[in-house]
């Protein structure tokens, strides 16, 4: 997830991350294209997938991007997907649909049937995830900003996390990529 400092992905209601605090350029465009090429599947929230799914499909074939932008837009378009909604009924691009009220079941059995890395994108479900003990990895792409408001990354978080560093990269932009193992507390006491 795209975070501020003080760990925020919306500035305003609405903004869907795509506020001008972001430092999205070339470089961090094609470390994130790099680490979507390793994804086995990528599971997605319903406001985040609808993000993507208005943006990536047509952006592959926009002459007017970077090869950078038109190679995301491949990438996301033919990686296959889970959208977990309960409104949605169809989606398109190797997508299918979870929902109900035993998505996050269906979302362990997923996980324990697949072979290699599952992305998340949705604060609500990532939330949702780390709450019911199904998050390995936390990584943030934090940008050099503080929001001092706006929507938080975990909506409603309600007891304390442990995380493990396991990486961290400096991009010339001042974002930082982290990547964080979730403590297993019970081992570390």
């Known amino acids: 997830m795209n975070v501020s400092l003080d760990l925020r992905i919306e500035q305003v209601p609405g903004d869907n991350g795509a506020g001008e605090w972001l430092r999205i350029d070339e470089e961090l465009h094609r470390e994130a294209n790099a680490q979507t090429v390793e994804l086995a599947l990528m599971v997605h929230g319903r406001v985040f997938y609808e993000i993507m799914e208005e943006y990536w499909p047509r952006a592959r074939e926009d002459a007017s991007l970077p090869d ?63 709450r019911a003990g199904l998050l390995d990895e936390v990584r ?29 990269r400096t991009f010339a932009s001042g974002v930082t990529m982290h990547r964080y193992t979730i403590r297993d507390t019970k081992e570390a006491g």
Not at 94 to 121: C, K, N, W
């Open 68 to 130: 950078y932008m038109r190679e995301y837009g491949e990438l996301w378009t033919a990686k296959p997907k889970v959208l977990v909604s309960r409104t949605r009924l169809s989606a398109d691009h190797h997508t299918r649909i979870i929902g109900g009220d035993d998505a996050i079941e269906q979302l362990a059995a997923l996980r324990a049937g697949t072979d290699g890395i599952i992305s998340v994108g949705g604060a609500a479900l990532a939330t949702q995830l780390l």
């Open 140 to 168: 943030l792409w934090t940008h050099p900003a503080i929001l001092g408001f706006g929507r938080p990354l975990f909506d409603d978080y309600d007891r304390p996390i442990e995380l493990n560093l396991i990486a961290q």
